[in-house]
């Protein structure tokens, strides 16, 4: 559990509730937190599914794991430590869009099962999908655009996921998505038709 150390802080209630946000918006706010092993295709996964929302007219937005070092996480790194600061606040983010309405899709390596079940806590039950991007770390470590699995198995990159730091495959998620099995247009379709399924977006 995080400290609260400001003290005499009121929540404020805003006037418009989220039912109203999705009301307007015609589908309902949720997170899709994609989680897996570097370069397993979150990111490339995330950008098509919003992607496809936005051609639906529906308002949702990545929240990607390097994009939000560069500015909010700038000052943390890759330990065990850092990496749970890291979630706890994404996860508080994530909680902040989708009671705006907006469908949010995550892209974290999210490596502990305890962060990522904590920030699912954070939210009502049907709000909030786990999504497995299930890939062989051999299949992972081909097709690394960055060449960071090369340099982790020689030393050069500490504290990486799926060589020096472990990664906890998810117990119970909602979707496992085999991105080493089928193409992306394919992984899209399966999370976009169970977004269908959960009434979270109407059906074309």
């Known amino acids: ?7 005499n802080i009121t929540w404020h209630q805003s006037l418009i509730t989220r039912a109203d946000r999705e009301e307007r918006n015609r589908h309902k ?21 919003e992607r496809q ?17 560069h500015g909010l996480n700038k000052n943390l790194g890759f330990s065990p430590e850092d990496r749970k600061e890291n979630i706890r606040r994404l996860g508080e983010v994530a909680k902040l869009f989708a009671d705006a309405g907006v469908i949010v899709i995550t892209a ?6 305890e962060d990522r079940d904590s920030a699912r806590a954070l939210n009502e039950p049907g709000t909030f999908f786990e999504i497995f991007c299930k890939c062989s770390a051999g299949e992972c470590e081909k ?6 699995w090369q340099k982790a198995r020689k030393g ?14 998810p117990e119970r998620p909602e979707i496992v998505v085999e ?20 009434n979270i977006i109407r059906r074309l």
């Not at 974290?108 to 099962?113: A, N």
């Not at 050069?156 to 495959?169: H, I, M, Q, R, W």
């Not at 991105?179 to 959960?198: G, V």
């Open 179 to 198: 991105t080493d099995q089928h193409i992306l247009e394919e992984c899209a379709l399966q999370i976009m038709r169970f977004l269908e399924d959960q």
């Open 1 to 7: 559990m995080t400290e609260q150390k400001a003290t």
């Open 143 to 148: 097709r690394d655009p960055k060449g960071l």
């Open 29 to 49: 706010g949720a997170i899709l937190w994609l989680t897996g092993l570097p370069s397993s295709g979150k990111s490339t996964l995330a950008h098509e599914i």
């Open 156 to 169: 050069e990159l500490k504290e990486f996921t799926g060589v020096s730091a472990p990664y906890e495959d």
């Open 53 to 69: 929302l936005f051609q639906r007219s529906c308002n949702s937005y990545v929240l990607d794991g390097d994009n939000v070092r």
């Open 108 to 113: 974290f390596i999210s490596p502990y099962r």
